[in-house]
């Protein structure tokens, strides 16, 4: 087998255990002599793992009973609609009364801008702050975010994972449930449930397998009866109701963040991880402040422990991605929409997997010193 | 391991020569040192996987050139809404205008219901034929179907799961596109794909896990530009114009969906497995026909090769279901909604299995004999 360290920024690098686990398992799931790719969603076996794999996620996060836990389709994309559909009050699509609903937007990146574009489809969709000025290399000081009184909800990406920024403290919403998307952070480190209505995640960068979409919501946030004009796939209530089997649900995806989670309680949990974290993006920041070549996209307070974005130069990034990937360093390139470098260090991705790259990036700046200087 | 037969209606069994190759995969593909789950769906490595699957599935069923093939999530429920919201043209939902797209439905089922109240949310949806008073048993006379001139499609559910009927001949719709719901019966038989305006099929019955669903749909029905109103996710033209690459694609169930196409290639194609499974149908409904206690619920010329729904009588179709279990006959139950036993036989099921299911069912009748003569 090659060795390679994945620095993709999703679908991403996963725990090589769960991997083993789930290649033994592929053809006879403990015993019962079927993959769990065959099982019926309804057979006892499958609602063992799914029963599971909320119970764990539940002790990892500490998801208040309050809180539902819902394993959906379509990714963060589809959540970008959901959200507007079903948490703005007097919705505007299909709505007999013609009422409009309001919400706030704090855009911090790629993600957060087309949460709100798509948002705006609904409703009346506000950004209230934003650091698209400063080309998102930071977050908007969230001691200056005003809420809007008729604010249905307030929406952040807590971690933007193209631009390498994360929010680490939260705006006062004046009462009003806060909606994150944690798409690129969630199960990185501990979080205070209690303090959002509703978060989402698309599992394909710290959880599992692209295909599933974890969504925890506040219940009394989740519309009471059919809302009128929104597909019943895209209503919270539709499979809250069903805890998540009111159709087929992506099982296999589920089955493999069971086992993610399974293998987080191992590493001492999310406490155990943020440490493990934060160890491996200072290997990565430390390296970066003192380099004379690379230099970081986001200023130090509001740098992502997941996505960690920089550049060698306009001249210089194709050949470092090129060189790296020669060295079994793979997907360092930025998102197609802003360039530049980009090394998604989640969970998964070993510290030993950090250091190389650290010693792989001096041996390039050494390489490239010359023609750093005359840039 | 254990040796079972696996009859489930959905997720269910898959050729074991796919489930080998995935597990022998599972921690590097083709030597490309991370699993099919770690990759980036912009990489080169997966570009090859989506783009091979594709080609093998345009191979396979003969789609031409100005059919697109997309690989979405949701499962059939969500195409329930897509296509209403999609191909009534003057569509209610957010039309600025008012007015109100028209369809005509074809019930013969459970799915095919569900999907007409779907449809009626987002505009004038009709029955124009159904089955509903004799209990699914058969499908309408094709040869009466009247199409109303103002419907934008007719809609059919080809294979009904849970009642066991299919639809051998098709509607004249009177030059409008015919939506067909295939997914219990993709792949099972070769088909005319021109004689269709779009065609879906959730993977989790012929083609591959939960997860991922196929639509083939003609070009022209693709609405150009932003449907208002419609989430971009649920827009085909959104997908088609990614590649299916918009945002994240399940990307693991469209892996192992590939490896199927070519495990169909190698069973001879469609026209093979349509010989394999009219022999393996024969042999069950052969049976019951000649059967004395148990007893199928679709009148023959409407008979599903894919799902067989029978019974035993309401006082020995439980006692059924547990006999075969404990012989290693999984998920014989019929749908909760319909009660009594089904047997889903697609196309991964081999021929013996079928046939100790047979040999299974004359012992049980031998022994259950007298009871049967007494009711």
Redesign the interface.
């Known amino acids: 087998?090659?060795?390679?360290y994945?620095f993709?920024?999703?679908?991403?690098?996963?725990p090589?255990a769960v991997?083993?686990e789930?290649?033994?398992e592929?053809?006879?799931y403990q015993?019962?002599?079927?993959?769990v790719?065959?099982?019926?969603?309804?057979?006892s076996a499958f609602k063992g793992i799914i029963d599971q794999a909320e119970k764990d996620l539940r002790d990892l996060v500490g998801i208040p009973e309050n809180y539902r836990v819902l394993f959906l389709?379509?990714?963060?994309?589809?959540q970008?609609?959901?959200v507007p559909?079903n948490l703005m009050r007097g919705i505007a699509?299909?709505g007999a009364d013609g009422s409009v609903g309001h919400a706030d937007y704090i855009v911090t990146g790629t993600w957060s801008k087309k949460a709100l574009a798509?948002a705006q489809?609904?409703g009346d969709a506000r950004c209230i702050a934003t650091s698209v000025d400063t080309n998102f290399d930071r977050v908007p000081d969230m001691a200056n975010i005003q809420v809007n009184a008729d604010a249905d909800y307030v929406y952040i990406c807590m971690n933007e994972t193209v631009n390498g920024n994360v929010l680490r403290e939260l705006p006062d919403t004046q009462g009003k449930p806060l909606v994150a998307d944690m798409s690129s952070c969630f199960l990185s480190e501990p979080i205070d449930v209690e303090r959002y209505g509703l978060i989402f995640a698309?599992a394909?960068k710290n959880v599992?397998?692209?295909?599933?979409t974890i969504v925890i919501v506040r219940e009394d946030l989740i519309p009471e009866g059919d809302l009128?004009?929104v597909?019943?796939?895209?209503q919270y209530r539709t499979h809250a109701d069903a805890g998540s089997l009111?159709?087929?649900?992506?099982?296999?995806?589920i089955y493999?963040c069971g086992k993610v989670f399974k293998w987080l309680k191992s590493q001492g949990g999310l406490a155990g991880m943020q440490k493990t974290n934060q160890d491996k993006a200072a290997l990565l920041y430390d390296y970066l402040d003192k380099s004379n070549l690379f230099r970081g996209f986001v200023r130090p307070q509001d740098r992502s422990l997941m996505n960690v974005t920089f550049t060698a130069g306009d001249e210089l990034d194709a050949a470092f991605v090129a060189e790296a990937k020669a060295r079994?360093f793979?997907?360092l390139k930025g998102h197609?929409s802003v360039g530049g470098l980009r090394a998604s260090i989640y969970n998964a991705m070993p510290v030993e997997g950090v250091q190389a790259l650290v010693e792989f990036m001096r041996e390039f700046e050494a390489h490239h010193s010359c023609s750093s200087q005359s840039i």
């Open positions: 087998m090659t060795k390679v994945n993709s920024a999703g679908p991403a690098v996963l090589e991997l083993q789930a290649a033994a592929m053809l006879d015993g019962c002599g079927m993959s790719m065959e099982m019926s969603h309804r057979s389709q379509g990714g963060g994309s589809t970008f609609a959901m559909m699509v299909g798509e489809r609904f698309g394909q599992g397998p692209a295909g599933v009128p004009g597909p019943t796939m895209m009111y159709n087929t649900p992506p099982c296999y995806a493999i079994g793979e997907n197609r």
